[in-house]
């Protein structure tokens, strides 16, 4: 059932006008109708709710609707209430008024659109349990109080904290108690808060050239200056941020595979940049956003595990894992920053209500979670070698293909000439969804160093992936 959005009932109504009362109020809710805002089928408020709301007799509230169910726009259905009138064709009715959208990035476009193969950042939800975590998620709502719909502990709740504290020392050696972990909106929800709680409009920022794009964009969001750092087989080249940006505030960066030529960080250039983050007094924002995904080798522990617990603020998704719809990941905040970001998050209350952070706590104290990720790595082993081997078996002289232990993309490096944005674009044509290598790139530098394509495979049923690959082969041959 839909609401009538509160703007069509809350304007006040004009009272020493011309026109009556009950008129205003028809035109308004058949206006409503017309540019679409009440919707073919959606039920209104009861005669009685929306007097008190407009502040006029229960009968002026009558006459109105009686008024627009004579000319066909209302029905009644007794008991059940008023509904606008299936008859309404929105066929006919004037585009509703919208305000211009902002200028869409390439990136919002991908998200948006139906899966499609190479898509990035959706992990093989074909292999979600729903109907577990809906049984899940009833049973916690089920059991919610009445003092669960006041309020909820702004850094999350504290049986989420535990099962992650405790997660994330086992699983990612990170050190770490619950009080210091946070519940955030995902990754982008942790980077939000660190800027607003750690950050000021203005502090330098070292960013991974190439890196995360929505990391890159989020922080020139929050006014950030932006010092982008080159990346090379071992990771993000410290040398280079210590000579270029020495007093930077803070760094982000992907140790475990870096996002997105999937390098891990070496560990001369994990003790640099600590080094680096203890002189300049800065912090280093761990993005560990896939380290449950190795394949052929144990990952390395997390980077903040070297750190002793100051510098480092390790934070982690359930985007990856679970679903990226959830919105949920965490931060694990060091000693010296704990007090600021706790404080931080109760005024920008950045997680989600208590139903569903509890239902994930069930999720990972069950051993939901790690069965889960014992599967997906099967699967997503078997989809990527899958790819791999069409990659192989209809090699194309336009790609090379970067062998990487994890993640869930292959990198592929496009041949001098072409411009990978070009062939992305031919290739969406075609149906397909490669992400260009570019758009990871800060500077020109970069880009003329890093053109390729990254071609994500969880949701890559193996039986498809000649097809698909043979499809890409095509556009490339066509370029
Ligand atoms: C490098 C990186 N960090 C973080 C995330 C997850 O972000 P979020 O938790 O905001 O969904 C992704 C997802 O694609 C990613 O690629």
Known sequence: MTRPSSPTFTRPLRRRGEVPLHRQLYERVRDAILRGVLKPGARLPSARAMALEMRVARGTVDLALQQLASEGYLVTRGAAGTFVSDSVSTARLPEPHRAPLPRKSALDTLSRTPLRPFQIGVPAVDAFPLELWSRLLARRSRAAR????????????????????????????????????????????????????????????????????????????????????????????????????????????????????????????????????????????????????????????ALQSLDGGDRVIYTGTFSKVMFPALRLGFLVAPEPARETLDRAAALLQPASGPTIQRALADFLQEGHFARHIRRMRLLYAERRDALLEALEAQASPDLQIIP????LHVLARLREGLDDSIVAERARAAGLEPVPLSFSCATERSRRLHRGLLLAFPNLVPSRARDVVARLRRVLDGA
Do not use: K
Not at 155 to 177: D, F, K, M, N, W
Not at 197 to 213: K, N, Q, S, V
């Open 146 to 301: 009445v003092a669960d719909l006041v309020a909820s502990p702004p850094q999350g709740e504290p049986v989420l904290r535990e099962a992650i504290a405790a997660y994330v020392t086992v699983s990612r050696g990170v050190a770490c108690r619950a009080d210091q972990v946070i519940i955030t909106a995902g990754f982008q929800g942790a980077l939000g808060l660190v800027a607003r709680a750690l950050l000021r409009p203005g502090d330098t920022t070292w960013i991974e050239d190439p890196g995360y794009p929505f990391a890159r964009n989020g922080l020139a969001l929050a006014g950030m200056h932006l010092a982008p750092i080159p990346v090379d087989d071992e990771g993000i080249d410290v040398a280079f941020g210590v000579e270029h940006a020495p007093r930077g505030r803070l760094a982000v960066v992907t140790p475990g595979h870096q996002m997105p030529l999937g390098v891990p960080l070496s560990l001369a250039r994990r003790l640099a940049l600590i080094a680096w983050a203890r002189r300049a007094g800065a912090f280093i924002l761990e993005d560990d956003y896939d380290g449950e995904f190795h394949y052929d080798a144990h990952p390395l522990p």
């Open 404 to 407: 990487t232990p994890g993640g």
